[in-house]
């Protein structure tokens, strides 16, 4: 299965796609907005994992555009700060499906990758 991953941290990104390929996922990673929305336009992720707190653009954006191109697509948030943390991104980006802190362990990541992706 395809994994977007959008962080800007190049070490932590390529931590969690290390771990999403050991589980048989291929993983892409974009560092900003722009990336993430033309990886989107060319490919369907079933599950992306967004930085809430991107430097190169909106994570809200990102979402909001893998919402328009590919509806049935699932975000999980991840996020270093307390912004959001009275769960208000899920009334804000109808396709987040989790909101987890940054210091999750990859392999907890992974598995909710692993859960999300299942078809209903």
């Given amino acids: 299965m395809n994994v977007l991953i959008v962080q800007n941290n190049s070490t932590l990104g390529q931590l969690w796609q290390r771990h999403l390929e050991r589980y048989g ?20 992720y079933p599950i992306i994992i967004l930085d809430v707190v991107l430097e190169g653009g909106s994570a809200i954006a990102v979402a909001d555009y893998a919402s328009y191109r590919h509806p049935e697509a699932k975000v999980i948030f991840v996020t270093n700060t307390s912004f959001f943390s009275d769960g208000s991104i899920f009334q804000l980006c109808s396709n987040a499906c989790a909101f987890v802190p940054m210091a999750t362990q990859p392999e907890d990541l992974a598995a909710m990758v692993e859960h999300y992706a299942k078809p209903v």
């Fill in 25 to 44: 996922h291929k993983a892409d990673i974009s560092a900003d907005q722009e990336a993430a929305v033309e990886r989107l336009s060319e490919t369907f």
